[in-house]
Every structure is written in C-alpha cells, then in structure tokens.
C-alpha cells in the first residue's frame, strides 16, 4: 500500500495522521487541540483552556465568490482563529492558497453593522509533508507582518505557521513541544507514533485516538478511500505530465529541424549571393564545414 498512508503491515495497521482525513479526525478530540495548539504558540496547555470547532467553508459573500474550505477551524477563548492545513502533496500556488484562506477567515468574523475592532487575530498553519522553504532546513517557521526596514511588528493579527516534517531535526532529549509534535504528525509506523506518545501527554491523547479510528471499520474505509483518491490523483498527474513532457518533446524536434532548414536555405542563398562555387555550397553536407560557414554569414 502506499507508504503515505498506511502502515507497512496490514496486522500491524494505524492510520497516520499526515493523511489529512486522519488529522482532521483527531483534532475533533479537544486536548489534542490543546496540546498543538499550545505548541504552536509556545505556551503551556493549562492556558489553552477552551478550544471551539468553527464550520470550515467560509462564507460566501456574493454568488461569484470563490468557497474557501479549510481543513480545521479553531477559535479559542480571547477570539483568535486558527486555520490548521495538512498538505502531503506539492501545491505549485501553496502561499496564494493560504492567504486566501486567511483572508476569507479575517473578514468571516465581521457582519453587517459590525466595526473593525471587533476583528480578531487570525493564525493559518500548514503541515507540509515537503519542502516549502528550499534552501532552510528549519522544520518551523512563524511569520506575521513587520516592518521592512526596522523589522518591528505592524500587527500582530496575522500569523502564518509553517510545520515541514520532512525536516524534523534527530530525536532530542528536550527538544521542544512543537518539535515533538513535527515528529509525531509525520510518523510513519506505529512504532515511531508510540515512541513518540510516551515524551508528551498530549500526543499521547493523539495515538489513543489513532488506535481507536484504526479499529472503526467505517473510518478505515472512509480513511483508505481517501488513499485511493490521492493514489488515483498522484497518477493521474504523472500521466499527464509524462505526455505533456512528450509532446513538448516532438514539439521541440520539430522546431529545431524547421530551424535547421530555414538556417541552411538562407545559408545557401547568402553563398550564392557571394559568389561562393558551386563546391562550397555542396559542402554544407559536412557538419563541422557547415557550422563555420553558419557562423561566417552570421545566420548561426
């Protein structure tokens, strides 16, 4: 099966939770909220001490608008919203996506009749399992709106998160909280989630969860099509990217032998309006003589 989102034995099954149908499915348990989201913003989970489940498509404010759904939605006590996105695969406009999460989700809190102090902070996390910042290897980053120049904060209503667990750094004895939980989302195997489960409480909540869904014969079916649909995907674009490479490919041939052509026929047209003999022009079959000769009448 694929190493993406299964275990390596079928006796030994746990669904992994870089499948976004399985990260979505855990974070509907409160203190595995807690437990990242505290992470996240680097406090102790006794002072996340309320998490709310919003609706994850936004709102529509005209008939043409583009739906945003998001993949979790969290508000907490003080009103701030987090936006939480798993993404295993690539996505060539990734930033675009986000901010445009983002956005839909700032300007969702405010209603006709409403002023704009009641708007609150806003927090987008993406899980990636690739490499979003090429040339880091940082696994964590936290962005927000600063100064250019000065580099002091604008505003703290925007906070973008980035979770690459392709970079997760080796098992450390007091790595920190955020780190762990890297690690554990990108786990692979249920011996990595386990050993994971045993450093933190909250991540502990988290395979508990993961054992339970991977018992539930509907969740593993809904799970494993989930699978298929991105194995099925995954296929779909290496096919049409192998035959776009084909025909760009032939295209390109193509192109370079009507080139080719047009070079030599204009080749021949500037030797005979040179006078060159008849000899000369039969020696552009020599490819080496040829090239000389391209460059000598500049049509190379």
């Known amino acids: 099966m694929n190493s993406i989102g299964l275990c390596e034995n079928q006796n030994d099954f746990i669904m992994l939770p870089k499948v976004d149908f399985c990260f979505k499915e855990i974070m509907q348990n409160e203190k595995v909220r807690q437990g990242l989201i505290a992470a996240l913003l680097d406090v102790s989970p006794e002072e996340i001490s309320k998490t709310t489940l919003l609706p994850t498509v936004l709102r529509k404010e005209f008939k043409e608008d583009k739906y945003g759904i998001l993949d979790v939605r969290v508000k907490l006590v003080d009103g701030t919203q987090m936006d939480l996105e798993m993404q295993v695969e690539p996505f060539t406009y990734w930033v675009n996506r986000i901010l445009f999460y983002w956005s839909k989700m700032y300007i969702d809190q405010i209603e006709s009749g409403k002023g704009y102090d009641e708007l609150q902070k806003c927090i987008h996390v993406s899980i990636l399992a690739y490499d979003h910042f090429k040339d880091d290897e940082n696994c964590y980053h936290k962005i927000g709106l600063r100064d250019m120049v000065t580099g002091e904060q604008y505003s703290d209503l925007l906070e973008l998160h ?17 780190v762990q939980w890297i690690r554990f989302l990108g786990g692979s195997n249920r011996e990595e989630l386990k050993a994971m489960s045993e450093r933190n409480e909250y991540i502990q909540c988290a395979y508990e969860e993961l054992e339970r869904l991977s018992l539930d014969r509907q969740k593993r079916l809904e799970y494993e099509t989930r699978q298929k649909n991105i194995r099925d995907y995954n296929s779909q ?18 192109q370079g032998k009507q080139q080719a052509e047009e070079q030599i026929l204009a080749l021949g047209k500037a030797l005979q309006r040179a006078g060159r003999s008849e000899e000369a022009i039969k020696a552009m079959t020599d490819e080496k003589y040829l090239k000389k000769l391209l460059k000598e009448f500049g049509v190379l």
């Open 162 to 178: 980035f979770l690459e667990i392709t970079k997760v750094p080796p098992v450390m004895a007091d790595e920190k909280p955020i």
């Open 237 to 254: 674009m290496k096919s049409a990217r192998i035959q776009g490479e084909e025909i760009g490919m032939q295209k390109g041939k193509q």
